[in-house]
């Protein structure tokens, strides 16, 4: 079965750069064209943030666009997210799914953005 495995640093500084790493086990991340990240801050629903399809383009959010870069290395089945100029209400659990998320879950990773 696909487990996915979130990781981060857990704690960033205002304005710093986040960088989040998916692994994939169990099944190689070409099995599904497309891959996505999706956060949920403190007391929040979840909110999609991006997804990259298997040609390497990619779609965002809107609203965080400016500021969000997602990435995978099929070679490594690995899915990444770069975020830069983090700021306090970017604090949420990151998780990584396929697009449209399938019923399995990573545990995800908590980033808090606090000086």
């Known amino acids: 079965q696909v487990q996915l495995q979130e990781s981060g640093p857990g704690l960033v500084k205002p304005s710093q750069t986040l960088s989040l790493t998916c692994t994939v086990s169990?099944?190689?991340?070409?099995?599904?064209?497309?891959w996505s990240w999706i956060r949920q801050p403190p007391g929040k629903g979840l909110e999609w943030m991006g997804l990259?399809?298997?040609?390497?383009?990619?779609a965002y959010s809107p609203s965080l666009k400016s500021r969000t870069s997602i990435s995978r290395d099929n070679a490594k089945n690995t899915v990444y997210l770069q975020m830069n100029s983090l700021k306090p209400e970017d604090t949420a659990i990151y998780y990584c799914?396929?697009?449209?998320?399938?019923?399995?879950w990573g545990q995800g990773t908590q980033v808090t953005v606090s000086s």
């Open positions: 799914n396929t697009y449209p998320p399938g019923t399995r």
């Open positions: 169990g099944g190689s991340i070409t099995t599904t064209d497309t």
């Open positions: 990259i399809f298997y040609s390497g383009n990619t």
